[in-house]
């Protein structure tokens, strides 16, 4: 060991080095002829290896009672240039190589020169498991953390191709119903709330009328397809639709409707959903409503106005409430109702290029036309006090 400091350069030497003491280390413990002979006496005993967490003892060189011994401390002190530990006879050769290797490790001279050589605190274990007689463990690394694989991201449903218009020029009077809350005010509601809600049992009653005037529910799909490519509707079409996504729709109006086999759709404000928010809508709601035949459409992310708002806020609107209803439900939204019935030209423009085929607003009436901007549909208010009769009347109304 002392021979290669004639031939090595003096960074590599003193590693080389430092190794070379190590090594001589755990050839003590293990193979008595690898460093000095005769074999040192320490090693001969067969007394069982101590375990990993034994006292670690101080060093005591007065124990140093064997010529042989004293070599081998010289060697090693002569690699590491500084005093060597030395050996204790009375441990054994698993326990001295367990307890002086790290006090070697740790002298800040040992460092230095271990720089570029950091394997060895990975090594050093796996030579210690050899060493180990007893079967016990060897000293414990920090176990590496696997980090989880990485999941791909959710495949969205394709998209369902917007029928291409065939050109014709179709007109047809289909009230789309707009609702809002479907339940009975709270009695210190105001005027607003009033208004926009109505009672379970009036609901019922209007569509047991419609129902009886020869009234079927279609979706918007229904009604797109026959704008645009003249699929053929049922007599006496409406559309029922509700926004907000209110808890009352699930509690109230779905069982009215699959009651008496119709169908709605729900626009819904789906960061109000993530929200959890407990006046509207859960997810899980929402699917047992789709799973009815319901449609659930996009009412906006936080029914902010979509009026005079730019571009990048608009996509946001868009696209996030459309790619948020894809991902929980299984279904990208064809059909927008504006908060507060609020668009300008360019809600209309970003919807459109984010996919959806048709807006709906508050301006009311019933008469569509394949002629007419699909993103300024009309729809007809249902108020808290629009009896059956009235809502007849309406369906009937050419408007
Ligand atoms: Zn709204």
Request: with cysteine.
């Amino acid at each position: 060991m002392i021979v290669m400091r004639g031939f090595q350069p003096i960074a590599k030497q003193r590693a080389w080095s430092v190794w070379a003491g190590i090594f001589c280390l755990l050839a003590v413990a293990s193979l008595p002829t690898a460093c000095a002979a005769p074999a040192p006496p320490i090693i001969a005993g067969s007394v069982p290896a101590a375990p990993v967490s034994a006292p670690i003892s101080a060093p005591d060189a007065s124990a140093m009672d064997n010529a042989s011994e004293q070599a081998e401390v010289v060697a090693i002190s002569t690699a590491l240039s500084r005093p060597a530990s030395p050996l204790r006879t009375e441990e054994t050769p698993a326990a001295v190589v367990q307890v002086m290797l790290p006090m070697i490790l740790h002298q800040p001279e040992t460092q230095a020169a271990l720089s570029g050589t950091v394997s060895i605190t990975v090594s050093l274990p796996l030579t210690f498991a050899a060493n180990n007689e007893a079967g016990q463990s060897p000293l414990a690394l920090p176990t590496p953390t696997l980090q989880a694989p990485v999941t791909a991201a959710p495949v969205l449903p394709e998209p369902t191709p917007a029928p291409t218009p065939d050109g014709a020029v179709r007109t047809v009077r289909v009230p789309v119903f707009m609702y809002h809350y479907l339940s009975v005010p709270p009695a210190d509601a105001n005027a607003y709330r009033q208004d926009l809600s109505v009672p379970p049992d009036l609901f019922a009653a209007q569509l047991d009328a419609l129902q009886a005037a020869g009234y079927t529910t279609i979706s918007l799909y229904d009604l797109h397809a026959y704008l645009t490519q003249g699929a053929p509707l049922p007599d006496n079409p409406v559309v029922i639709t509700f926004d907000d996504g209110y808890r009352d729709n699930y509690e109230n109006a779905l069982p009215a409707l699959t009651q008496r086999g119709m169908t709605a759709t729900f626009f819904v404000v789906t960061d109000f959903l993530d929200e959890d928010r407990p006046e509207y809508l859960t997810w899980d709601m929402a699917r047992t409503m789709r799973d009815a035949g319901m449609n659930i459409e996009s009412h906006g992310r936080n029914h902010v106005s979509l009026k005079d708002k730019d571009t990048d806020y608009l996509v946001w609107q868009a696209l996030g409430s459309k790619e948020t209803l894809a991902y929980e439900l299984g279904v990208a939204p064809r059909f927008v109702s504006y908060p507060a019935g609020e668009f300008d030209a360019l809600t209309k423009e970003i919807f459109q290029s984010a996919g959806y085929w048709a807006g709906f607003t508050t301006v009311q009436g019933a008469t569509h036309s394949s002629a007419d901007d699909p993103f300024e549909m009309r729809r007809v208010r249902v108020r808290g006090t629009t009896t059956p009769e009235e809502i007849v009347r309406l369906a009937g109304l050419d408007w």
